[in-house]
Structure formats: structure tokens, C-alpha cells
């Protein structure tokens, strides 16, 4: 019997999205020349904030205790690699994107003496999508870019939260909208799961902020230590 699996791979090779070199969806050398984000900003006022942590000002404005950007959105290479994850489906670039928020982290880490701190209290959970979405892609994005980071950081990565509303991308609406559009869309699946613990969203694009917001609100509410975000791309 033929292994369809590697038909498919004979009649579709994998090459790298960018120079078409064989192998993989990204080569090594492309891979290295994706830019990392070298400043990282307040999640509320975007002001340069050591870490992504709330300002002064901001600290009783959010829930999130912090959130750190890999990289730019409006980097054209950036950009191209998400929409292939999100609108045409190629699946197997979200281990890439978890891979390169951890190389990200190594070099916070080189650059600012900062750190994530991990400890049995602390995992990671991705944003969720709605099921109606989720069976239009037939992934979560999210989740897989997660399940990598998980698998780099040696921590767990585990679903907390689920979407009761379904509705159209953020990217659809002005800001006063965005924010109404995301209100009472979250809850939590068992609240056991994040009391006293630290939780660290993961996600590929922050556009407004309403969603990371909306779900630390929820895991705060339920129970939640602390809530901070990690994305591959800020807008």
C-alpha cells in the first residue's frame, strides 16, 4: 500500500517560504535573518517599559502584569508568515514562530539580564478561538505555537479558558468597537487550574490589547496570581 503521507510529501515538498530552498518551511539562514523586537513598550500607552511591564500610570488600567513582543507585525516577513499560518493554513510554520519567541527570550535575556521565572506554579495557556472559527482553520494557531514554546521552556501548556462569542477579527474594528466586541467573550474552564498560579498567555498577533487584556481579567477573577503574555507580533 502507498504511505500517502509520503506522496504527499513527494508531490508537495516542504521548502522555506521565502527563498524556496527544500527542507523545511524555513531555512536555517532565513530564519536567522528574521529581526527580533529590540524595545519593549508599556501593553497599555506602548511608552518603552523594561520587560513590557504596565507603567506607573497604567499599572491600575490592566490586568496584565506583563507582555513581551518577539517581533513587529509591520515587518513584511513578519507578516507573510502569519498570514500563511492563518489564512492559507500551513500549519507547520507555528513550531517556527514558538522556536522564534524563544530564541527572542535568550536574547531579552543576553540584552537585559531579565528572565522569565518558572517554577511548578507557572504555565502557559494560548488564547482561545471560537469553535466555529476553529473548524473553519482546523487549528489553533495559538495552541500549537504554544505546545513548542511549552516543549523549548520545559513547562507545561495547558487550555484554561474557552470563547462563548463568536465574532469577527479585531482587525475588522476602530478601537471604541474592538473593545465592546471583546466584553463577555472569555470564560474560564475550571477555576482550580489557576488559583495561585502564575499563567502566561501566548498568542501570535497583539493588535489592540482587548483580547490579552479580556483574558487576564478572566483569570484574575479567577483566582490567578499572576497574568503575563507572550506574542510573536505586536500591530
Sequence with gaps: MIDKLKLW???????????????????RNCFAKLNLRAIQVCPVCKRKSPEGRPCLNCQVKTNLDK?????DYNDEKIKKLIKL?????LKGLAP??????TLFLSDLKEREASKI???SNTFLTPIP??????????FNQAELISQRLAENLGIETKPCLERKKYHRPQTYF?????INNMKNTLSILDNNKVVNKKVILVDDVMTSGDTLEESAQVLKTAGARRVEALVVARE
Design 9 to 27: 510529501d513527494l508531490i508537495f515538498p516542504e521548502e522555506c517560504v521565502f527563498c524556496k530552498e527544500d527542507g523545511g518551511w524555513i531555512c
Design 67 to 71: 507582555v513581551l513582543v518577539a517581533t
Design 85 to 89: 499560518l492563518k489564512y492559507r493554513f
Design 96 to 101: 517556527y514562530l514558538g522556536d522564534l519567541i
Design 117 to 119: 521565572y518558572l517554577s
Design 129 to 138: 478561538l471560537h469553535q466555529k472559527r476553529y473548524n473553519w482553520r482546523g
Design 174 to 178: 476602530k478601537r471604541k468597537e474592538r
